[in-house]
């Protein structure tokens, strides 16, 4: 159990256990609150999930697309060391050889 789910209220963690069992989709508010209903909700109140998923996206547990289709957060990618790009060799000091200055620091 993550630290932020502790303060989860019940129709929270319902949204987000039915988010995260579908991690790469986009999924429209509409239907989570038709399919992660646990007591039958979305008969007596189709929005019911709206307050829920506002609440996760607030905590930055989830994120939209705009509009409202949700999914939970994904993990963000190493952004502290870009990859490195292939340059040929022979390419390379074509480049380095004639009068204008290239930044070739990304290429390997």
């Given amino acids: 159990m993550q630290e ?3 303060s989860l209220g019940g129709d929270e963690w319902c949204v987000l256990k039915y988010l995260e069992s ?4 986009f999924i ?6 038709r399919r992660a209903d646990r007591k039958g909700l979305s ?3 189709p929005r019911w999930a709206y307050q829920a998923l506002r ?22 990618a190493n952004v502290s060391e870009p ?15 004639s009068n204008r200055r290239f930044d070739l620091s990304g290429y390997v």
């Fill in 22 to 25: 579908r991690p790469t989709e």
């Fill in 83 to 97: 990859a490195k790009r292939f340059i040929a060799p022979h390419l390379r000091a074509i480049l380095e050889q």
């Fill in 4 to 6: 932020s789910e502790r």
């Fill in 55 to 76: 609440g996760l996206w607030e905590l930055g547990m989830i994120e939209t697309e705009g509009g409202e289709r949700y999914r939970v957060k994904t993990p963000e």
């Fill in 28 to 33: 429209a508010a509409v239907e989570i609150a």
């Fill in 43 to 45: 008969f007596a109140d």
